[in-house]
């Protein structure tokens, strides 16, 4: 941390600059994380008080929390009918090991949809499917093979979908039940996906916020029971 010099700060905000920082306070950042770096001199821990704070004193750390949020729909005029950046989740599927994890109800007809975007928020495609169909535009137009079928529960169902290296999967319970390796044009365009919304979805359906590898829009931030509590 490096001080302004006083030639560049008015005078009535000197007193202010001046005053000794022993100690940042969060609030309203739930859901959130931070990374902590020590100092080179330890600190003596401020007195404490009925607000958590984090001191200069602290070990590196990274506090993650996954949190289970709606997957509200884009299709509104709210989001620009998926045309809004502010309404998507950033996470680079092509390098996450993690994927895409989201729970809702699967049906024979209806399509589980999300919209796949590049890192500037222009709409590269979708991914569709339900027990019947299997679909990534331009792309993959298939039947759902049995076993996907039989995997799901009775009511809603926890999946994953996954772009790691261009294979587009589906997995229920750890198990890979659908598999397709992207090639050529298709491998170049999905390769670009950086981000992601949902379509067609209610908020009463639900994906896995992971900290450590999502960002979101602030349409995530300042709904209820979203991102922020």
Not at 27 to 32: I, L, Y
Not at 70 to 82: D, G, I, L, S
Not at 121 to 127: C, E, M, N, R, W
């Amino acid at each position: 941390y490096q001080r302004a010099s006083t030639g560049d700060v008015p005078e009535d905000c000197r007193a202010l600059g001046d005053a000794p920082i022993d100690r940042i306070i969060f609030r309203h950042m739930a859901g959130f994380y931070i990374r902590g770096i020590p100092g080179e001199k330890e600190t003596s821990p401020p007195p404490e008080d009925s607000t958590t704070s984090i001191t200069a004193s602290i070990t590196p750390a990274l506090i993650v929390i996954d949190k289970e949020v709606p997957t509200c729909n884009c299709w509104t005029a709210e989001c620009n009918y998926c045309n809004n950046v502010e309404c998507t989740v950033q996470q680079d599927l092509i390098t996450s090991n993690r994927g895409l994890q989201v729970t809702t109800q699967l049906k024979w007809k209806k399509l589980n949809t999300i919209v796949l975007y590049d890192q500037d928020g222009k709409s590269i495609g979708h991914f569709r499917w339900s027990l019947s169909a299997i679909y990534l535009t331009g792309c993959i137009g298939c039947r759902a093979p049995r076993a996907l079928k039989r995997a799901r529960a009775e009511g809603k169902t926890t999946w994953v979908f996954s772009l790691k290296d261009s294979v587009v999967q589906i997995k229920i319970n750890g198990e890979v039940l659908y598999e397709l390796k992207l090639v050529g044009e298709c491998k170049e365009v999905y390769g670009r996906v950086r981000r992601y919304a949902f379509h067609g979805m209610t908020c009463e359906d639900t994906f896995l916020f992971v900290p450590s590898e999502m960002d979101t829009g602030l349409f995530w931030e300042t709904k209820p029971n979203m991102i922020a509590d």
